[in-house]
């Protein structure tokens, strides 16, 4: 179990004016997986890099259990990383690739041998030992790298896109493998995902990066309920960003004024609201009740996205395709906003 910390974490490479990464902050919890999340070339690979050992920072400093490691070379760290493509050795077996670094600490081979054997047991691949990777398939070669990084007990783990080649459904199986041993084995995790839904499902906590930049640490759903801003909402799939001015507990805009929820702070802003949020009908109480035309109807198998236009301001909402079924463009409807799905931002 290993505390990080990562402090002022900042690269400028060669010949460029603006840092890669800029001032990256971090606490990560000893056995806690966080996610940094980010758009391509928003830093991610450059920060994993750095705490891997293979790249030098510019400034800052990265501390397991409080002691720097920015001096120790890699192979010393106590980190692992494991990459998008996961660079088996070809000519080796399944079972000399997963017992490499014990091999490489000079572990017993009788030891190695159990503890292959446990491991490929782990990441359900226990016949495949003596397999070639070439003989397996993506998904399978990903699992054995995951198995050869495992098996030396890290202090922490380091995951670079490591599901971005597998097809969704053994994505899904991965994320849970991942997930599983993470926590069974207790080690600190970085996971590096451009993919928002796979670093919710997996991260007990997420670190959203763009430009460089931290813009929020949190959990999964303060991302949701609670956007730091307007790109963090939109990154997350919000579609709903009405200017306007919040005053008393409420938000005056061109959809007229909304209750807001207590912990909202007075000025200028922007109403947001998730469309899954919209609720369609009259609210009991007459709360943020408002008329809505439909401009659009998107069947989208499991939910129906509707584009509605609310006082010529055009609103989105995600809703449950049978309590939609006879409705189409040009009808009218009542919807209410809860007062708890508002936030300005
Ligand atoms: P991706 O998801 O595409 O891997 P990323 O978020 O991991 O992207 P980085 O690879 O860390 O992003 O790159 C961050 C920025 O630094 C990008 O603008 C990239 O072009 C730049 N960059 C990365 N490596 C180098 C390098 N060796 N020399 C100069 N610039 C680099």
């Given at each position: 179990m290993t505390h990080v910390r990562i402090d002022d974490l900042t690269k400028i490479y060669p010949g460029?004016?603006?840092?890669?990464?800029?001032?990256l902050s971090l606490d990560i919890g000893s056995g806690e997986l966080i996610a940094l999340l980010g758009?391509?070339?928003?830093g991610k690979t450059t920060a994993m890099k750095m705490i891997a050992g293979l790249l030098e920072p510019s400034a800052g400093d990265i501390r397991f259990d409080d002691r720097?490691?920015?001096?120790?070379?890699p192979e010393h760290r106590g980190a692992v990383m494991v990459f998008q493509?996961?660079?088996?050795?070809?000519?080796?077996?399944v079972a000399e690739n997963v017992g490499f670094g014990l091999k490489m600490r000079r572990t017993a081979p009788a030891e190695i041998t159990r503890r292959v054997a446990d491991m490929l047991e782990r990441v359900k691949?226990?016949?495949?030992?003596?397999?070639?990777?070439?003989?397996?398939s993506g998904g399978q070669q990903q699992r054995v790298a995951l198995a050869r990084a495992l098996i030396v007990e890290p202090d922490v783990l380091l995951l670079d896109e490591?599901?971005?080649?597998?097809d969704a459904h053994l994505r899904f199986d991965m994320r849970d493998l991942i997930r599983d041993l993470q926590r069974d084995m207790a080690i600190t995790t970085i996971l590096v995902t451009h993919d928002q839904e796979e670093a919710v499902v997996m991260a007990d906590r997420v670190a959203l990066i763009l430009e460089g930049r931290l813009i929020q640490y949190d959990r999964p759903d303060a991302f949701y309920k609670?956007?730091?801003n307007e790109a963090t909402a939109r990154f997350f799939g919000g579609r709903n960003f009405i200017p306007g001015m919040s005053c008393d507990g409420s938000f005056d805009s061109a959809l007229g004024r909304l209750i807001l929820p207590k912990d909202v702070a007075t000025g200028p802003g922007t109403l947001t609201f998730r469309p899954?949020?919209?609720?369609l009908g009259m609210p009991a109480d007459g709360t943020n009740m408002l008329s809505a035309q439909i401009v659009d109807v998107v069947f989208l198998g499991s939910q129906t996205r509707l584009t509605l236009r609310v006082k010529d301001t055009l609103l989105e909402a995600i809703v449950n395709p049978n309590d939609v079924q006879a409705l189409a463009p040009g009808d009218t409807l009542s919807i209410h906003l809860p007062q708890s799905a508002l936030w300005v931002v």
């Open positions: 460029s004016t603006t840092p890669a990464l800029d001032h758009p391509s070339g928003c720097s490691i920015l001096r120790d070379k493509n996961h660079l088996l050795f070809p000519y080796m077996s691949l226990p016949d495949m030992g003596a397999r070639k990777p070439a003989a397996l490591p599901l971005s080649n597998l609670r956007p730091a899954e949020n919209v609720r």
